[in-house]
């Protein structure tokens, strides 16, 4: 069974910078893209970025690209996201996950991912 633990969150001001690392534990062999989805409060999951375990190949949200960077390193099994420019509507609860497959899943449905971790809260006040 694959765990996937994330920490690193916070509480920040407006534009600082923060990353989070997603700690994975378990057959790796089991999925081959890994991803970042956030809850902002009294919403659902929202798909952030995805990364591709074999070539590091990513995608972004539109809402994040520019300033959300995910990447991996493969011999550690941990996976970040690097977030800068962060803003009050960054604020949510951020979840990885893992999923195998030919394509990344971009859903915004827990069901849809094969593995999912327990989230940290990032909360950007101004």
């Known amino acids: 069974e694959v765990q996937l633990v994330v920490s690193g969150g916070g509480l920040v001001q407006p534009g600082v910078s923060l990353r989070l690392p997603c700690a994975a534990s378990?057959?790796?062999?089991?999925?081959?893209?890994m991803h970042w989805v956030r809850q902002a409060p009294g919403k659902g999951p929202v798909w952030v970025s995805s990364?591709?375990?074999?070539?590091?190949?990513?995608i972004s949200a539109d809402s994040v690209e520019g300033r959300f960077t995910i990447s991996r390193d493969n011999a550690k099994n941990t996976m970040y996201l690097q977030m800068n420019s962060l803003q009050p509507e960054d604020t949510a609860v951020y979840c990885c996950?893992?999923?195998?497959?030919?394509?990344?899943?971009?859903?915004?449905?827990?069901?849809?991912?094969?593995?999912w971790g327990q989230g940290t809260q990032v909360t950007v006040y101004s």
């Open positions: 996950a893992a999923s195998f497959g030919s394509q990344a899943t971009t859903s915004n449905k827990k069901e849809n991912y094969k593995y």
């Open positions: 378990g057959s790796s062999f089991s999925y081959n893209w």
């Open positions: 990364i591709y375990t074999g070539d590091g190949s990513a």
